[in-house]
C-alpha cells in the first residue's frame, strides 16, 4: 500500500462511527450535498494529480450515496472537458434524498448516464458501487461489474472504499475490487489497514471534508494507527547508566534442528538494549552462539532442573522461539509458565498452549500468526482473518495477555480492548525468521520497563518499518537482515541521550 503524505491521522473507526460522524455533522449543520461535493473535488484532485494526462472516465455507480459522489465526479470531469460516461449498475430509479440530487445534477450537465449491459470500460474507471456499508458477501450484478473492472486492466479509482472490501475488518466479501487509488473521507476506516486491503487499496488519500474536529473529537477511536507521532516512548538514558538499570532477558528455545529461532531472538533481545541477555538453549547450538554474539551468556540446558537457576535472575522471560514440540520444549515451557515474571510467548509456546499442555502466566504478550491465532481460539485460519481486530480483541481477553495479531497490517490488543495496527510492511517480509526477531524485540523492550502493551506497539512499529525499509531491495530479504535497521530507528525516533 502506497501512503499519502503528509501523513495520515492516528484514529482509525468502524463504518458505523464514521456513518455516525456524517449524520452529527450534516446536523451541525453542513448540508450532506455539500459534502457530497467535498468529496467529489477531493476526488477529482486526487485523480488529476494521479493521472495527468487523462481525458476519459468511466463511473460505475450503484445506489447509495457512495454512487452519488461518482455522479459528481462524473460532473466535475464533464465540466473539465473529458468525455465521460456513467453505468449505472444500481438502478438510478431508486435514489433518495442526495443522491437522488447527484444525479439529477449530472443529468443537468448531459452527462452520458446509461444502465449498465457489461459494456465495454474506457479511460480510467471510478469505482462507486459499494460503500462502507457492506458487511455480506457482493451479490449480482455487482459482483460481475466488479470482475469486469478487475479484468479490464484500466486504471482505478475507488471511491471511499474499494467495492466488496469490509471497511471493518478488511476482509473480501467474495470479491472486491483492485484499486490503483482509493480516496476517502471524513474518518479513516479500520479495513483500509489491514487483511486484504494492502492488494487492494493502491494508493490512500484521505480528506477530512473540512469536519468540524470538535465534532468529530466526540467519536471514540476504534484503533490507534501507530506513527512517529504517537509512539511509546523509552526515557533517555542518565550517563551514569549500567547494565543492571535495563533488565536480564532469558530466551528460551532452540531445540535440535532448530536452533537459528533462539538466535535470531537472541540477537535482537541484544541490540534493542537489554542489559544483559541470556540464552539456554540445547547444549548443541552453544558453539554457534558463542560465535555469534561472545555478549550473551549462553547455556546448553538438557532439563527443566538446569532452566531454574536462569530462570531466577531474570526480569523478563522470551519464550518459545525453536522451542519445539517434544519433551525438551515441553519441560522447560512449564518451568518458565510458573515463573512470575513479564514473558513473551512465541511460536511452540504458543502452539503448546493451544494444545492445553500449560497456562499461560500473567503479564505476558502473546505474538501469533493467523495459523497460530486459530488453534488458540478454537477455529480456522479463514475465521480469524475474516475479522483480525475481533480475533485480536478476543485472544487478549481470553489469556488475559497483551497480543499481536501478526499480518499485514498488524494488530495488537489489550485485555481491556485497547487496540493498536501497525501498517508498514512489505511482501518481501514472506519468509522465515521474523516472528523470532519480533519476540526479542519486545523482550528487549519489557527489560528497559515499558508496560506490555505499550512494548508491543512500539516492537511491532519498528519490526514493520524495518522490514519496509529492507524490502525495497527486494526478494531475498533475510530476518537478521532487520536487526540492525530496528535498532537504527529506535535511536532515530528515541535517542539514548537526550
Request: hydrophobic share 45%.
Amino acid at each position: 500500500m502506497l501512503h499519502a503524505k503528509p501523513p495520515f491521522p492516528d484514529a482509525l473507526y468502524s463504518a458505523a462511527q464514521v456513518r455516525d460522524l456524517d449524520a452529527r455533522l450534516i446536523a451541525a449543520g453542513t448540508p450532506g450535498f455539500e459534502l457530497m461535493q467535498r468529496a467529489a473535488h477531493a476526488a477529482w484532485r486526487a485523480i488529476r494529480r494521479r493521472w495527468p494526462d487523462g481525458r476519459q472516465l468511466t463511473v460505475l455507480a450503484g445506489h447509495g450515496n457512495n454512487a452519488a459522489d461518482g455522479y459528481l465526479i462524473a460532473v466535475l470531469a464533464k465540466r473539465a472537458g473529458w468525455q465521460v460516461t456513467v453505468l449505472a449498475v444500481g438502478s438510478w430509479s431508486v435514489l433518495t434524498g442526495d443522491a437522488q440530487a447527484a444525479y439529477q445534477e449530472a443529468l443537468r450537465e448531459q452527462v452520458d448516464v446509461q444502465d449498465w449491459h457489461q459494456q465495454t470500460l474506457n479511460g480510467i474507471i471510478i469505482d462507486a458501487l459499494l460503500g462502507t456499508g457492506l458487511k455480506d458477501e457482493v451479490r449480482p450484478p455487482y459482483d460481475h461489474a466488479i470482475e469486469l473492472i478487475n479484468d479490464s486492466g484500466l486504471p482505478v479509482m475507488s471511491v471511499d472504499i474499494p467495492s466488496g472490501l469490509c471497511a471493518d475488518t478488511g476482509q473480501t466479501l467474495g470479491v472486491a475490487v483492485r484499486a490503483d487509488l482509493t480516496v476517502t473521507f471524513i474518518g479513516l476506516k479500520t479495513g483500509l489497514f489491514t487483511g486484504d486491503a494492502a492488494d487492494l487499496v493502491g494508493e490512500l488519500v484521505f480528506d477530512d471534508l473540512q469536519a468540524d474536529p470538535a465534532i468529530v473529537e466526540q467519536t471514540p477511536i476504534s484503533v490507534t494507527r501507530l506513527d512517529t507521532f504517537n509512539l511509546p516512548k523509552l526515557k533517555p538514558r542518565p550517563r551514569t547508566a549500567h547494565k543492571g538499570m535495563f533488565g536480564r532477558v532469558l530466551v528460551i528455545g532452540g531445540d535440535l534442528g532448530f536452533g537459528g529461532a533462539a538466535l535470531l531472538s537472541t540477537e535482537s533481545t541484544l541490540r534493542c538494549g537489554a542489559g544483559m541477555v541470556t540464552l539456554a538453549t540445547r547444549p548443541a547450538h552453544i558453539s554457534a552462539a558463542l560465535s555469534r554474539f561472545p555478549e550473551v551468556m549462553s547455556a546448553g540446558i538438557s532439563s527443566a532442573n538446569q532452566l531454574m537457576a536462569l530462570i531466577e535472575p531474570a526480569t523478563v522471560l522470551v519464550v518459545g522461539p525453536g522451542l519445539g514440540q517434544h519433551s525438551w520444549g515441553r519441560s522447560l515451557l512449564s518451568a518458565a509458565a510458573n515463573a512470575e515474571r513479564p514473558q513473551v510467548w512465541d511460536a511452540d509456546a504458543l502452539n503448546q498452549l493451544a494444545a492445553s499442555f500449560v497456562q499461560l502466566p500473567k503479564d505476558c504478550v502473546i505474538t501469533p500468526h493467523p495459523g497460530e491465532a486459530a488453534r488458540l481460539l478454537g477455529i480456522s485460519t479463514k475465521e480469524v482473518q475474516a475479522d483480525r481486530p475481533a480475533a485480536a480483541r478476543a485472544l487478549a481477553k481470553k489469556f488475559n495477555a497483551v497480543c499481536v495479531l501478526k499480518g499485514s497490517g498488524s494488530l495488537i490488543a489489550d485485555p481491556a480492548g485497547e487496540l493498536a495496527l501497525a501498517d508498514h510492511g512489505h511482501p518481501a517480509m514472506a519468509t522465515g525468521g521474523l516472528g523470532d526477531v519480533l519476540s526479542g524485540v519486545i523482550g528487549a523492550l519489557l527489560a528497559q520497563n515499558m508496560p506490555a502493551f505499550q512494548a508491543a506497539c512500539l516492537a511491532v512499529w519498528l519490526h514493520s518499518l524495518a522490514g519496509e525499509k529492507c524490502g525495497a531491495s527486494g526478494r531475498g530479504m533475510a530476518a537478521a537482515d532487520l536487526i540492525p535497521v530496528i535498532r537504527m530507528l529506535l535511536e532515530e525516533q528515541q535517542p539514548c541521550l537526550s
